[in-house]
């Protein structure tokens, strides 16, 4: 399964950007689908992740600020961040986790995307 995230980009201290993540592949069902961050020097660390139920878990950070939803016909996921700060600068890399179509059956998968690198300036 591959990924193509997209929507990165340079934002002043309080904007928005939305982010956009495609999967593409042979895909039976994605489970999970979200994203992480990195920073300079960092871990990488959760932003936000949803199910295909629709349950939703958030870093605290990004609480009441950063929106991920998901639309599962287009196997795509968004991520909404508003009243960005200098410390959400970061890459920002889409993840999903499901099954593939394999032959009669199905295999688990797990996939990242290439990041996109999201910059706030102060």
């Known amino acids: 399964v591959q990924l193509q995230a997209s929507g990165g980009g340079l934002v002043q201290t309080g904007g928005s950007l939305r982010l956009s993540c495609a999967a593409s592949?042979?895909?039976?069902?994605?489970?999970?689908m979200g994203w992480y961050r990195q920073a300079p020097g960092k871990e990488r660390r959760l932003v936000a992740r949803m199910s295909s139920g629709g349950t939703t878990n958030y870093a605290e950070s990004v609480k009441g600020r950063f929106t991920i939803s998901r639309d599962n016909a287009k196997n795509t996921v968004y991520l909404q961040m508003n009243a960005l700060k200098p410390e959400d600068t970061a890459v920002y890399y889409c993840f999903a986790a499901g099954t593939v179509l394999v032959g009669t059956g199905t295999r688990s998968f797990d996939s990242w995307g290439q990041g996109t690198l999201v910059t706030v300036s102060s």
């Open positions: 592949g042979d895909i039976d069902i994605i489970k999970d």
